[in-house]
């Protein structure tokens, strides 16, 4: 084997754009959301949804923060309970 076999490259050039701040660095909310039936334990109904963090930010200079998500992840729990309330009618 050869050194240029068991060298991970891209792991060197990740940190070293890591640490010229030049590695782009993407957020994404997630939300899983699951209802069963308590007897049975079936599934009702799932909802799963991504939401791009850069969708928060006004310009790539602003850091995003908690209190940014806060609003997203109570419309997205508000949207969840409407779907399952409909699911469970």
Known sequence: MHAYELIPFAAIASGIKSAAGKRKQEVFLSFEGEVTDSVTGERLGIAVRKVPGKQLLKDESQQLTV??????IDDKASNARK????VLK
């Open 67 to 72: 209190d940014m998500m806060k609003p997203v």
């Open 83 to 86: 779907i399952f309330d409909a």
